[in-house]
C-alpha cells in the first residue's frame, strides 16, 4: 500500500478496488442472478435478457458467496407494502453472492398518477435504497442503478441494461435513470452505405479526445471540432481516427454555418463517389452531436470580472443552444439522431468561486429536460452527462490534499477516467437507445455531496 493511500485510510478513506473496465475481463454479459421480488420475473425483463442473450445463474441451486457478476432485482410489480420486507430480505440475502466489480441493477415501474400513494411510496424508497446500496457495495468496486419503465417493451430497456450491466460503466453508481417507450421514438432499420457522422466540440485532448475514439471505435466518421490553438493535436487526433478536423470558436455568431457548410462539403463528396450506388438521404446531417468543449474561469461572485461571466456562460451553455437551433433548423442533425451535452457535478452541487461555471452546466440540465420532447418527434433524442472528479491534466496539477480528497469523495473512492465519460457518451450515441432522452447521467463514482 502507497504512503498517501495509508494516511487516507486512517482518516476514513481506505484503498479503493481497483475497476475493471476491460469488457473481456468482466463477465456481467455472461450470466446474471436475476430475481423479483414479488416471485416471477417479468415479461419485459425475461424477453430482454433473451435479446442480450444473457444467461441467468439457476437460483434453484445453491449459489455461492462470491461467485456472480451481475444481479438484476426486478422491483416492477407492486404488490403491496410487503415488497418493502421483502426488498430487504432478498437483497440481503442475495448480495452475498457478488464478487468484486459486480453491477448490480433494479427495475421498478416510472411513478404515475394511476399509481396508489403506496406504490408511490415504494417507487421513491426504491430510489434512495439504491443509493444507499451503492454507497455501501462501492468499496467493492460493486456498482448499483436502478431503470424506470414505464411500458412493456424489451427493445427500449436492451440498450440501457445491457450499458449498466457491462464493464463500461464502471464508474456509474447510484442513478436512477428513465426507460421511456421507443413508440414514440422510432428506430431506423436502413443500413446506410456510409459511416454514420458525429461531430464532437473540444475534441483535440482529454475528455473529448476520448470521446471521439469511443465514436470512431463505434464505427462513426468523427468530426472533430476545437479552437485555433489546438489546432496540431485536433488534426493529428482526426487523422489517426480516420476523420476531420474543423478549428472553430464555438461561441462564434456564425459556428452553426461553419458546421453547415461542412455538411454540404460532405454531401458532395457523398454525391460525387461513384462507388457508392446505394442510394442515400438528399441531405445527410450528424447523426451524433456531443458538446463537450467548456471552459473555467474560477473567481468568486464579488471579484468575478464580468467578461468571465460572459465568456463561461457564451461557450458552455448559450453556443450549445445557438448550434443546436442553427442545425435543427437546417436539416443539420438527422432523423433518429443523438444529442450530448457535457455538464458537471458542479452544475448539480455548485463550488466556491463557480457561480458562471455552474449557472451554465445546470443550465445544460434544464435545456436538455426542455427541448427533448420537442424534437422527440423527429426520433432525435437529448441527454447529457455530469462528470464528478475524472483523473486529466489538469487535476494532475491541484494541490495534493484536494487532489486526493476529491478522488476519494464518492462511493467507489477514486477518480474516473476519461473512458469511464467517453463510453457513457458512447451509450447515448447509440442507434438503439432511443428510449433515454431529456435526462442527466451523472459520472461521478456517486458522489457524497450532490449526487
Not at 452475498?96 to 403506496?118: C, D, G, P, T
Request: hydrophobic share 40%; proline share 3%; charged share 20%.
Amino acid at each position: 500500500m502507497l504512503i498517501k493511500n495509508k494516511i487516507f485510510s486512517l482518516l476514513g478513506f481506505p484503498e479503493p478496488i481497483e475497476l475493471v473496465r476491460t469488457p473481456s475481463l468482466n463477465e456481467a454479459t455472461q450470466a446474471v442472478l436475476a430475481f423479483s421480488l414479488s416471485g416471477s420475473l417479468s415479461g419485459i425483463i425475461s424477453s430482454t435478457l433473451t435479446h442480450l442473450s444473457m444467461e441467468q445463474v439457476d437460483t434453484k441451486k445453491p449459489i455461492e458467496d462470491k461467485s456472480v457478476m451481475a444481479m438484476l432485482v426486478d422491483a416492477s410489480q407492486y404488490q403491496g407494502d410487503e415488497l418493502f420486507s421483502l426488498l430487504f430480505s432478498e437483497v440481503q440475502r442475495n448480495i452475498k453472492s457478488l464478487k468484486h466489480n459486480a453491477r448490480v441493477v433494479f427495475i421498478a415501474k416510472v411513478e404515475h398518477s394511476n399509481m396508489s400513494h403506496q406504490e408511490k411510496a415504494f417507487a421513491q424508497g426504491l430510489v434512495g435504497f439504491t443509493k444507499s446500496l451503492a454507497k455501501e457495495l462501492g468499496r467493492k468496486g460493486i456498482t448499483v442503478n436502478l431503470l424506470q419503465i414505464d411500458h412493456e417493451e424489451s427493445e427500449a430497456l436492451a440498450s440501457p441494461l445491457g450499458f449498466f450491466l457491462s464493464a463500461e460503466s464502471a464508474f456509474i453508481s447510484g442513478q436512477s435513470i428513465r426507460v421511456d417507450s421507443t413508440e414514440r421514438v422510432k428506430l431506423t432499420t436502413q443500413t446506410p452505405a456510409f459511416k454514420k457522422l458525429a461531430l464532437v466540440t473540444g475534441a483535440s485532448q482529454g475528455i473529448g479526445a476520448a470521446i471521439a475514439s469511443s465514436l470512431a471505435r463505434d464505427n462513426f466518421k468523427v468530426v472533430g471540432v476545437d479552437i485555433d490553438a489546438a489546432k496540431d493535436k485536433l488534426v493529428q487526433k482526426m487523422s489517426d481516427l480516420g476523420g476531420d478536423a474543423i478549428c472553430l470558436d464555438i461561441s462564434s455568431d456564425n459556428a452553426g454555418q461553419v458546421l453547415l457548410e461542412y455538411l454540404k462539403s460532405y454531401n458532395e463528396e457523398i454525391s460525387q463517389d461513384k462507388a457508392n450506388a446505394a442510394p442515400h438521404p438528399s441531405f445527410i446531417g450528424f447523426d451524433v452531436i456531443v458538446h463537450n468543449a467548456g471552459i473555467t474561469r474560477d473567481k468568486t461572485l464579488a471579484k468575478m470580472p464580468t467578461q468571465w461571466w460572459e465568456s463561461t456562460l457564451d461557450i458552455n451553455l448559450l453556443s450549445v443552444i445557438k448550434i443546436n437551433n442553427y442545425l435543427l433548423a437546417h436539416q443539420g442533425i438527422n432523423t433518429n439522431g443523438r444529442i450530448v451535452c457535457m455538464s458537471s457535478m458542479n452544475g448539480i452541487a455548485g463550488q466556491v468561486g463557480q457561480t458562471n461555471y455552474a449557472t451554465s452546466k445546470a443550465g445544460l440540465i434544464g435545456y436538455v429536460k426542455s427541448i427533448s420532447a420537442e424534437i422527440n418527434d423527429k426520433g432525435i433524442t437529448i441527454n447529457a452527462i455530469a462528470p464528478g472528479f475524472i483523473e486529466t491534466q489538469m487535476t494532475e496539477k491541484m494541490p495534493f490534499i484536494t487532489r486526493e480528497l476529491g478522488r476519494r469523495m464518492n462511493a467507489l473512492g477514486q477518480g474516473g477516467h476519461a473512458s469511464d465519460v467517453a463510453e457513457a457518451a458512447s451509450f447515448f450515441a447509440q442507434p438503439d437507445n432511443s428510449g433515454v432522452t431529456g435526462q442527466t447521467l451523472r459520472v461521478c463514482g456517486l458522489n457524497f455531496i450532490g449526487a
